[in-house]
C-alpha cells in the first residue's frame, strides 16, 4: 500500500491533471417532486427568482430556491396538470401570466385567486392542425422582444404534413392572432433567441438532414425540409410556394456521370441558388461527434456570470446529454458559426433549458422514447460557472482566406503560430430527401499560415481552400496556453455558408 | 442452440440472445395483435401452457384478454386479485352468455350468496375460489381436447360484462415441407427478379423453417425459399408475414403478401386466401441491404393456431396470451377534485380533455368537435400510453359502461331545416368552421366549465355527478349544464343524442348495446336524432346509466 501511494505521488507531477469541463462549469442535480415523473421539457424564468417547467407529462411546476447554493432550499409548486405535454412555458411580465405551448394549443393560465394554482385556461391560439400522429410535436419559446410567441411544429413523421402548418414556424401575436412566419421544418427540438433577439430553432438528422442543425428563423424564409410546404395557399404573406429542392442526391459515389438539372444536388449550395426562400442552417451540429438530438437553445446574457462565453448560444442535446457552444457571426447577410463541444455529464436527456441573470443554467429533460447517455429517466439540474476559466477557442471568424480564431487566455507564441499544431478538414451533408447522411466530399485543405497576434488573444489561420458551404473541421491539438496547457476542447466545427469577401 | 455462441454473421442476428435483446429494445408502440404459442417445440410437445393473470386496480378487468392453448394441453394458471374488489376466474363452455350466466344469480340472491357467487351452471367446467383483495389462487387442469374458444368470466354481481377473455384452443398448424433455399449476393433498395440471377449458393432446410443463417454475410444478400405447403382441408388460410428487409410470399407461383423495400420489421403484414385440400408451391423471396437481418413468416388455418412457418418469432406473437396492456398502467386516481387530462383520447377526437369527477363518473370533452364525447364510469384513465415511450395512439377510458350519446363526436349545433337527416359526421383532419374554442376555468372542487363561441353565441357548460359510478346501483348521473348566451341563428338545432331511442316517463332510453336514459326538457326525436331547438337559455341534460 505505502509503496503505492508513494509511486502516485512521484508520478502526479509528470500527469499534470489536464484540466476537465468539471473544473470550469459545476452541474447540479436537483431532487425532484416523488409525486411525478419530472420529465422537464421547457422552462422559464418567473419574478422573485422562482423557476416555470413545463413537462412532457402536461404538468407546471413552479420552483423556489432553485438559485440557492443549498439545494435543501427548493421547492417544488404544481401549478397546473393534465395539458397535453407543455414543449414551451412562457412568463409574460406584462400580464404577469404563464403561458403553455402544448400539443394543439398555446393556453394562458391565469391564478385568479391567487392560491398557487391556475384556475383559468384560455386558448390563445390553437389554429394549427393535429392528425392524432405521435410525431406532431409542438415546441414553444418565450416572448420575443416584439411580445410575440413563437411555435415550431414538428411533421406528420419524419416526410410529410398532414394537417395545416405542420413543418412550420408561427408566430402568436399579443393580441392572439396567428402568422405563418416560415416553412421547411421538420422536427424541431427546441427555440431560442441570440443577444440581440433573432430567433433560432434546433432542427434534427432525418430526410433533408445530415445532422442536427442550429438554423435561424428569418421571417418568410424557406428551412429545408419540403414537407410542409403544401400549405402555402393557407400562408399568402410568406408569398409564392418555393420550387421544391431536388429529392436525390449521391452519397459519396463520385463516379456517377450523370449531369442533373439545377447542377449538382447533393449541395445546400447549389440549392441555394435554385430556391431563393432556401436559407440554409446556421450552424451543422455534426452528427455523433456533437450530439444526436439537439433541442434547447441558451443565451448567455448573464456579462460575465457564466464566464468568459458572454452572447454566446449553448445548444443542448436529448441524446448525448450535453451542452454545445456556438459562436455566431453574419457574413453576406447569412448567420453562420462555428460549434464547439462545451460540457457533457448531464444525468438524463436534456430537452428544456434556461440562463438566468445570474448565469446559472437550469436544465432538464427526460430519456422517454429516445435513449440519452445520462441513463436517469429524467432529470432537474443547474449548471454554473466555478469562476475558472477554461482555456479554450472563445470565436472563430471566417476570412476571405481562412479563419481568425481567439482564445480565452493568451497563447503560447510558439506552439500557436506553428501551422503544425492545427490541422483542418471539410465536409459536408447530402441535402437529399433520404434520411441522415454520411460526412460527404471530404477536402483536406492546407493551412499556409499561423500567424499569432501581438496580444496573443488570437491566432490568424491561412487555410486553402476554403470551401463555400462545408463545415470546416478544426483541430487545435498542438496550441498551448501561455501556461502550457492544451485547450479544454482542442476541436470546432465552422459551417462556412458564406466566404467574406474582406 | 449452437449458434448462439457465434457473435458475428447472419447466425448471431438470429441467435435466442438476439432475439432477446430486440424484444427489450423494441419500442412498444402498437397494441398487440398477435397471440401465438412462444416456442414451436414447447407448443408441438403439448409442454404445460404456465400463464400469468391479474386483474387490474378500479378498472373491472382482467389484464389479460385471451390465452392460447393446445387441445388437452396442461394448464397452469396463477391467478391474482390485484383489484380492492372480490373476483373470481370462472371457465366456461363456449357459445355460454357469461354475463346472462352471472346475471341469473341475481333471481335468488341468498343461494347465489351461499355459493359465493358461483352459478350453479353446467356449462363451468373450471374456476377458482372467490377470491379477497390481493389473493392469490394456482389453477392446474388441462385444456379442453375439443378447439373452440371458452369464455372466462368473474361472477361476482355486476363484473362479468367487463370482466371477462377467452382461452382459445386450436392446434397448432402444420409447417412447410421440403423446404430448399436459393442465396443470392446483390445491393438491391427492393426485391430484384430473382429468376434473372445466378444464385450464389443453394441447398436443403433439414428443419423445414425459414431462417437467415446460410453463410457468413450480413449485407447485400437474397433468399429464396421454396417449398411444399400441405392445405388440411379446402378452405380460408391467413399468412404473416414480417421482415428487415424487403421480402414477399407467394403460393402457387402468385404474389398473395410483400413488404418490399428497405425498413425494419416494425409491421406485420397479413393476407388471406382460399386454398384448395391438398399440395401448394410456397416461394418467400427476402432481401437484405444493411443493418439488422430480420425474417418472420407465419400461417394460419380456420382450426388452427397462428403457427409460425420461420425459426424466429417475431416480437409482437406474445407468448400465449394478448394483455390487455403493453405497459405497466399508471392509473390516474380522482379522489376528492376534479382530474383533467388532456391527451389523445379514443372517441374524443384529437383534441381531447379527460375530466375526472370525484364520484366514479368521467366524462371526454372534445376542444375539436366542442362537445361531450364520451362518458363512462369506474375508474379514469390510464396515462401508461401516453406516458411511456413516445406516447403515441389514443387511449381508451379505463373505466366502463362508456357511451358515446351523439357516436363519434361532432359539433352539437347545426343549422338545418331537416334535423332528422343525418348529420355530418366527424372526420380526424377537419376543423370545424364556425366553431372556436376558448377554454375553461375550475371551480373550487378543480371542475371545468368549458367555453366556446359558434357564431355569435357564446356557450359554457359544466357537469355535476350524483350519486356513485363506483356502485353498479343504477343511481349514479351526471348533469350537464349548458348556458347559451348572445346570438343564436334560425333553424338552429342542437342534438343531445343519436341512435336509437325510445320515450317512456319524460326520459329518453337508449337501445344501444349499453342501456342509458337521457332526461331533458324540450327535446325531440327527430329521426335517429334526440334535438332540442337551439336558442338562449340554459340547458340541463341529465345522462343516466339505465337498469
Not at chain 1, 477536402?443 to 481552400?465: E, Y
Not at chain 2, 396492456?325 to 391527451?343: G, H, S
Request: hydrophobic share 35%.
Amino acid at each position: 500500500m505505502k509503496r503505492i501511494l508513494f509511486l502516485s505521488l512521484l508520478c502526479s507531477p509528470l500527469f499534470a491533471a489536464d484540466p476537465v469541463e468539471a473544473d470550469f462549469y459545476k452541474i447540479t442535480t436537483y431532487a425532484t417532486p416523488k409525486e411525478t415523473a419530472l420529465e422537464v421539457g421547457s422552462i422559464d424564468l418567473m419574478p422573485d427568482g422562482k423557476l416555470a417547467l413545463g413537462t412532457r407529462r402536461g404538468e407546471i411546476w413552479v420552483v423556489s430556491g432553485a438559485g440557492s447554493s443549498d439545494t435543501s432550499n427548493v421547492s417544488y409548486k404544481l401549478f397546473a396538470s393534465g395539458l397535453h405535454e407543455v414543449l414551451g412555458i412562457a412568463y409574460n411580465p406584462k400580464d404577469k401570466n404563464l403561458y403553455a405551448t402544448t400539443r394543439y394549443e398555446i393556453t394562458r393560465l391565469i391564478d385568479t385567486d391567487h392560491d398557487g394554482r391556475a384556475d383559468v385556461f384560455e386558448n390563445v391560439n390553437d389554429s394549427w392542425g393535429v392528425s392524432g400522429d405521435y410525431h406532431e410535436y409542438a415546441i414553444g419559446s418565450r416572448f420575443d422582444k416584439a411580445g410575440d410567441l413563437w411555435v415550431t411544429l414538428c411533421l406528420t413523421g419524419s416526410f410529410s404534413s398532414a394537417v395545416p402548418f405542420r413543418g412550420w414556424a408561427l408566430r402568436i401575436k399579443p393580441d392572439g392572432t396567428m402568422v405563418p412566419t416560415c416553412s421547411g421544418i421538420r422536427s424541431p427540438g427546441g427555440i431560442g433567441f441570440d443577444a440581440d433577439g433573432e430567433v433560432y430553432y434546433c432542427d434534427n438528422q432525418g430526410p433533408w438532414h445530415g445532422a442536427c442543425t442550429l438554423q435561424h428563423l428569418v421571417p418568410g424564409t424557406f428551412q429545408g425540409h419540403p414537407g410542409g410546404n403544401v400549405w402555402y395557399d393557407l400562408a399568402p404573406n410568406m408569398g409564392p410556394r418555393p420550387i421544391d429542392p431536388i429529392p436525390e442526391a449521391f452519397q459519396g459515389d463520385k463516379g456517377r456521370k450523370d449531369k442533373r438539372e439545377g447542377g449538382d444536388p447533393d449541395r445546400m449550395v447549389t440549392e441555394r441558388e435554385r430556391i431563393k426562400q432556401l436559407l440554409p442552417p446556421a450552424v451543422y451540429l455534426v452528427h455523433g461527434k456533437i450530439g444526436n438530438s439537439a433541442s434547447a437553445i441558451i443565451c448567455d446574457l448573464s456579462a460575465g456570470k457564466f464566464g468568459p462565453f458572454s452572447k454566446q448560444l449553448f445548444v443542448a442535446d436529448q441524446s448525448h446529454s450535453n451542452l454545445s457552444r456556438v459562436y455566431l457571426e453574419t457574413v453576406n447577410g447569412i448567420k453562420q458559426g462555428v460549434v464547439i463541444p462545451f460540457r457533457s455529464g448531464f444525468a438524463s436527456g436534456i430537452i428544456g433549458g434556461r440562463m438566468d441573470e445570474e448565469g446559472r443554467v437550469f436544465v432538464g429533460g427526460s430519456d422517454r422514447g429516445w435513449g440519452a447517455r445520462g441513463g436517469k429517466p429524467f432529470c432537474f439540474e443547474k449548471c454554473e460557472w466555478t469562476g475558472k476559466t477554461p482555456f479554450e477557442v472563445h470565436e472563430m471568424h471566417a476570412k476571405p482566406d481562412g479563419f481568425e480564431v481567439t482564445f480565452t487566455q493568451p497563447v503560447d507564441t510558439a506552439a500557436a503560430g506553428d501551422v503544425k499544431s492545427y490541422s483542418m478538414r471539410e465536409f459536408t451533408y447530402a441535402y437529399r430527401e433520404q434520411y441522415g447522411g454520411d460526412e460527404v466530399s471530404e477536402i483536406l485543405p492546407k493551412i499556409t499560415a499561423a500567424t499569432v497576434a501581438a496580444d496573443g488573444k488570437s491566432v490568424r489561420l491561412t487555410i486553402s481552400p476554403l470551401t463555400k458551404g462545408h463545415i470546416h473541421e478544426l483541430h487545435l491539438d498542438g496550441v498551448r496556453s501561455a501556461e502550457k496547457l492544451p485547450l479544454l476542447h482542442k476541436v470546432g466545427y465552422y459551417t462556412l455558408n458564406e466566404i467574406p469577401a474582406k | 442452440m449452437s449458434e448462439v455462441n457465434k457473435t458475428q454473421g447472419i447466425d448471431a442476428a438470429f441467435s435466442q440472445g438476439n432475439l432477446r435483446w430486440f424484444r427489450l429494445n423494441a419500442l412498444p408502440m402498437t397494441r398487440l395483435l398477435f397471440a401465438i404459442l412462444l416456442a414451436a417445440a414447447s407448443a408441438r410437445g403439448a409442454e404445460p401452457a404456465v400463464f400469468s393473470l391479474k386483474t387490474m386496480t378500479a378498472q373491472m378487468k382482467y389484464d389479460t384478454a385471451e390465452m392460447l392453448v393446445q387441445p388437452g394441453q396442461p394448464v397452469k394458471i396463477t391467478f391474482e386479485n390485484g383489484d380492492d374488489l372480490p373476483h373470481n376466474l370462472v371457465f366456461c363452455l363456449p357459445g355460454t352468455d357469461t354475463a346472462a350466466m352471472a346475471m341469473k344469480q341475481m333471481e335468488k340472491p341468498e343461494d347465489a350468496l351461499k355459493r359465493n357467487w358461483l352459478p350453479d351452471d353446467p356449462r363451468i367446467w373450471a374456476h377458482s375460489k372467490m377470491l379477497n383483495p390481493h389473493e392469490k389462487e394456482v389453477l392446474s387442469f388441462s385444456a379442453p381436447e375439443k378447439a373452440g374458444s371458452y369464455p372466462y368470466v368473474c361472477t361476482f354481481p355486476g363484473h362479468a360484462l367487463t370482466m371477462r377473455g377467452v382461452l382459445k384452443v386450436a392446434p397448432v398448424g402444420d409447417t412447410l415441407h421440403d423446404l430448399q433455399f436459393a442465396l443470392y449476393l446483390g445491393n438491391w433498395q427492393q426485391l430484384p427478379d430473382f429468376s434473372k440471377l445466378k444464385p450464389h449458393r443453394e441447398g436443403k432446410i433439414d428443419d423445414n423453417l425459414l431462417q437467415v443463417k446460410l453463410d457468413d454475410y450480413k449485407n447485400e444478400f437474397g433468399v429464396v425459399f421454396t417449398g411444399k405447403l400441405i392445405a388440411p382441408k379446402k378452405g380460408s388460410y391467413r399468412f404473416y408475414l414480417s421482415s428487415d428487409d424487403g421480402s414477399r410470399i407467394l403460393i402457387d407461383g402468385k404474389e398473395i403478401l410483400a413488404y418490399d423495400g428497405i425498413h425494419p420489421s416494425g409491421d406485420i403484414k397479413e393476407a388471406g386466401l382460399t386454398l384448395e385440400k391438398g399440395e401448394h408451391v410456397f416461394r418467400l423471396e427476402y432481401f437484405q441491404g444493411g443493418g439488422q437481418i430480420e425474417l418472420y413468416a407465419a400461417w394460419k388455418g380456420a382450426d388452427t393456431q397462428i403457427t409460425p412457418l420461420s425459426t424466429w418469432l417475431h416480437p409482437k406473437w406474445q407468448g400465449g396470451t394478448k394483455k390487455q396492456k403493453e405497459f405497466d398502467p399508471i392509473p390516474l386516481v380522482v379522489k376528492d377534485e376534479a382530474v383533467i387530462y388532456r391527451n389523445f383520447i379514443q372517441g374524443a377526437g384529437n383534441r381531447g380533455i379527460g375530466v375526472g369527477y370525484p364520484g366514479g363518473v368521467n366524462i371526454a370533452w372534445s376542444a375539436e368537435s366542442m362537445n361531450l364525447a364520451l362518458i363512462w364510469r369506474g375508474a379514469f384513465m390510464d396515462a401508461s400510453r401516453h406516458w411511456n415511450s413516445r406516447g403515441g395512439g389514443h387511449e381508451k377510458p379505463l373505466g366502463y359502461d362508456v357511451l358515446m350519446p351523439t357516436g363519434e363526436v361532432t359539433p352539437a349545433f347545426l343549422v338545418t331545416d331537416k334535423p332528422e337527416a343525418e348529420w355530418p359526421k366527424w372526420d380526424k383532419a377537419k376543423r370545424y368552421e364556425g366553431f372556436h374554442w376558448l377554454g375553461y376555468s375550475l371551480d373550487a372542487k378543480r371542475s371545468p366549465t368549458f367555453r366556446y363561441a359558434w357564431q355569435g353565441a357564446e356557450i359554457e357548460e359544466s357537469f355535476a355527478v350524483e350519486g356513485n359510478g363506483n356502485k353498479p346501483d343504477g343511481n349514479s348521473k351526471l348533469i350537464r349544464t349548458i348556458k347559451v348566451a348572445g346570438k343564436v341563428p334560425a333553424n338552429a338545432w342542437y342534438r343531445i343524442g343519436s341512435g336509437s331511442f325510445e320515450s317512456k316517463d319524460g326520459s329518453f332510453f337508449s337501445k344501444g348495446p349499453i342501456p342509458f336514459r337521457i332526461t331533458v326538457s324540450d327535446a325531440q326525436l327527430a329521426g335517429q336524432n334526440l334535438v332540442i331547438p337551439a336558442k338562449r337559455g340554459t340547458m340541463t341534460i341529465t345522462y343516466q346509466w339505465a337498469q
